[in-house]
């Protein structure tokens, strides 16, 4: 028996399948999955399978340019090739020249559309019971493969924006036959937790490798949580069942835990602007009542008795000043009018006569107007502007006197 190291078994595998004439310009019937094209080199990478086998095919570029449309994941196609042997991993795959599109539905897509629509009739998809995400949650709990990158990924993220919720992991297997059930166990332990969101995570992969999350015991599963669930698996480009009976779809793990748990920056910033906002508005309240309490002050100052009486006062003063005015200028035309009474009184006066030669006669005190009333013998006084006589009368004359007699 010869030993052979395992670059030499693939180079010899290689050898025989090359030499073999059935290998080449070969046709193979199957079901279209994976199906991607390298960004840089431009070459088509994808497999074909069928119920129970499945082989990786690539088409280079120069071939993917002359085909009429590129085929999509589920398709029936015949794909015509040469069967080689990959040495580094020692895998077969077909170096396809040519893809023919049998039917628009593989095997396996149509039995996903069966289960897809199965589901729909039972109202799993319903928009109507999808469950909002907790905006800022206490607790998350991560259903993933305990060793996948998506778990770090999601705790990296999580720890960045969010320190403050509390992450719990439920460990599943996330790939094969018995991937359902442990990840429908999972759910089930999540959703029990006391958790405020669920993230249902896993890696990029195959088709196949996304299988479990195609299956009816997970998507049941995701349906039946009461916590709202987050969906991130595969990469962006995958969907699955699990994706339509969840709560939210992320297009990866990353953006899962970006969807579950705000932003602390953006939450400080918010803050921030809140308290700036509650500041400005206690400001201008209490400017407001400031305001209103200097209105009220001004009319209880002018209600005020004190002001009243000083106003009172006021008024008071200013009366007895007119009042004083009023009294000075009567007072100065009675002065007046009592100047000019005693200037006419004495141009009147019986006395400034007696100036111009004339003289009073009287007796006792009473002036005498008449010779009848004067006897005689009888003594009288003659008042003179410059002093009396008392005289006694000898002779009575009562002839009136003229104008001849002055």
């Known amino acids: 028996m010869s030993v052979l190291t395992v670059s ?88 396809a020249t040519e893809i023919a599109v049998l039917g628009s539905t593989g095997i396996a897509f149509a039995k996903n559309e069966l289960l897809k629509d199965k589901l729909k009739k039972l109202g799993v998809f319903d928009q109507s019971k999808k469950k909002a995400i907790p905006i800022v949650p206490k607790k998350l709990a991560v259903v993933t493969s305990a060793d996948g990158a998506a778990l770090q990924d999601i705790l990296n993220i999580v720890g960045r924006r969010y320190p403050l919720c509390t992450v719990e992991v439920y460990p599943a297997t996330v790939q094969g036959d018995t991937a359902p059930a442990s990840v429908a166990a999972a759910l089930k332990s999540a959703d029990k937790s006391g958790a405020d969101t669920i993230i249902l995570s896993r890696g990029g992969g195959s088709s196949e490798d996304l299988d479990a999350f195609n299956s009816e015991t997970v998507v049941m599963a995701v349906a039946d949580c009461v916590t709202p669930v987050i969906s991130a698996v595969g990469h962006e480009t995958d969907t699955t069942l699990a994706d339509y009976a969840a709560d939210m779809r992320a297009p990866t793990p990353s953006a899962a835990a970006e969807l579950a748990t705000p932003d602390i920056v953006d939450m400080y910033a918010a803050a921030n602007v809140m308290k700036a906002r509650l500041d400005s508005a206690f400001g201008m309240y209490l400017r407001g009542r400031m305001i209103e309490i200097e209105k009220l002050d001004t009319r209880l100052r002018a209600s005020s008795p004190k002001r009243r009486l000083k106003e009172s006062e006021k008024r008071f003063e200013e009366a007895e000043s007119r009042l004083r005015m009023l009294m000075d200028n009567k007072l100065k035309v009675c002065e007046l009018n009592l100047d000019r009474a005693s200037a006419q009184l004495r141009t009147l006066s019986p006395f400034n006569v007696l100036g111009r030669g004339y003289a009073l006669v009287e007796s006792g005190g009473t002036a005498i107007t008449s010779v009848k009333d004067i006897k005689e013998g009888m003594e009288i006084s003659i008042r003179f502007a410059d002093g009396t006589v008392t005289a006694v009368t000898t002779k009575i004359n009562d002839r009136k006197a003229d104008i001849n007699d002055i």
């Open 8 to 95: 030499q078994l693939n180079k010899l595998l290689a050898f025989k399948i090359k030499q073999e004439l059935k290998f080449k310009g070969a046709a193979v019937k199957g079901e279209i999955s994976n199906f991607s094209i390298h960004f840089k080199t431009g070459h088509a990478f994808f497999t074909i399978k069928d119920e129970t086998s499945s082989i990786k095919c690539i088409m280079f570029a120069g071939r993917v340019k002359k085909l009429k449309a590129l085929p999509e994941n589920g398709m029936s196609v015949l794909v015509m090739g040469d069967v080689e042997v990959y040495e580094r991993e020692g895998s077969c795959q077909i170096i």
